[in-house]
């Protein structure tokens, strides 16, 4: 691969850690903090709610910040993993 087509893979890695792979790490992190914020249930969701879109804006700045698009995809998809798995043998 040519030093041009790398950059354009790794720039196209990039977006798409950012814009695909940083929304469900977003929502996953929503809905721990929905589960366990020590406030009352309509305080944790709107908490939740609330942070969910700033959230997910400051995900993709770092993922756009990145100086690798693999990695960048990789860590988002491995984080995205163990939260769901912390959310799925948690509690309710």
Do not use: K, N
Request: charged letters at 10%; hydrophobic letters at 65%.
């Amino acid at each position: 691969m040519t030093a041009s087509t790398s950059a354009r893979v790794d720039a196209a890695l990039r977006v798409l850690a950012a814009t695909l792979g940083t929304a469900p790490l977003a929502l996953f992190t929503a809905a721990l903090v929905a589960r366990f914020a020590p406030l009352s249930t309509d305080g944790r969701f709107a908490l939740a709610y609330i942070g969910v879109i700033p959230l997910w804006i400051v995900l993709m700045c770092f993922a756009f910040l990145a100086r690798h698009g693999a990695r960048a995809l990789a860590v988002c998809l491995g984080a995205s993993l163990m939260l769901a798995a912390l959310l799925s043998i948690a509690p309710h």
